[in-house]
């Protein structure tokens, strides 16, 4: 099966500036989230989506992130303004189910630059 | 809220060695726990998976865990390191209807 589709690979922006990222996930999977994995830190959910409805986005900086699902497939993930601290792999993944047993399939991620 | 701990954040042994690295999580309720491997520039790939039955779990590339409750860990071990298996580590806890929640991560390193 097709994996986990994230583009761009990498982007590098100045502080201030808007990015969006995109992803596809594995045909099938309900489940999509979005992970922010900072230098030497393990990843951290962002946002979650069942279908196209928000399951969790309690860690979402809602001042300036923004994520959608539309029809209950691709993702965009957008961050406007940008800043420093923003600099990360932005990791999207996808599973079948969402009882927390079912394991992440990951894509390779977008590594975020901010100057 | 879970959590997980990794103890040490790098780790360094010969090749043909023994792999242990360390996980201890904190759950309410019985965890589901994973493993899951990150190689440089790629995403995480799941290495090995407990939910539910035996507590010994087996994973790709000859990686196994044992799920332990009395001593809330899930270590991870390989009996012979190969120069492959570097990369960094990451265990991870969720249960039923909750996020999935990851430890800070531990690099292997294997030396030739």
């Known amino acids: 099966e097709a994996g986990v589709a994230q583009s761009p690979r990498y982007k590098i922006i100045e502080k201030r500036q808007s990015v969006a990222f995109w992803c596809n996930p594995i045909s099938g999977h309900a489940t999509l989230y979005w992970y922010q994995q900072i230098l030497g830190q393990g990843p951290k959910l962002l946002i979650q989506?069942?279908?196209?409805?928000?399951?969790?986005d309690s860690q979402l900086p809602k001042d300036r992130f923004s994520a959608e699902r539309l029809k209950g497939v691709d993702s965009t993930l957008k961050i406007q303004p940008a800043k420093l601290e923003d600099s990360a792999v932005y990791l999207c993944a996808s599973s079948l189910g969402t009882g927390g047993k079912s394991p992440l399939h990951f894509g390779n991620g977008t590594r975020l630059t901010v100057t | 809220a879970q959590s997980v701990t990794q103890l040490g954040s790098h780790v360094s042994v010969s090749e043909g060695a023994l792999v242990l690295l360390r996980c201890n999580y904190s759950s309410s309720v019985p965890p589901y726990l994973f493993w899951y491997v990150q190689y440089p520039n790629q995403g995480l790939q799941l290495l090995l998976k407990?939910?539910?039955?035996?507590?010994l779990v087996k994973g790709i590339n000859g990686f196994e865990a044992e799920f332990k409750k009395s001593e809330t860990s899930f270590h991870l071990t390989k009996p012979s390191a190969h120069m492959s298996d570097a990369a960094e580590y990451f265990c991870?806890?969720?249960?039923?209807?909750?996020?999935?929640?990851f430890g800070a991560g531990t690099i292997l390193r294997v030396k030739s």
């Open positions: 991870a806890v969720s249960r039923y209807g909750n996020k999935l929640v």
């Open positions: 989506f069942q279908n196209n409805g928000v399951v969790d």
């Open positions: 407990y939910t539910t039955g035996a507590t």
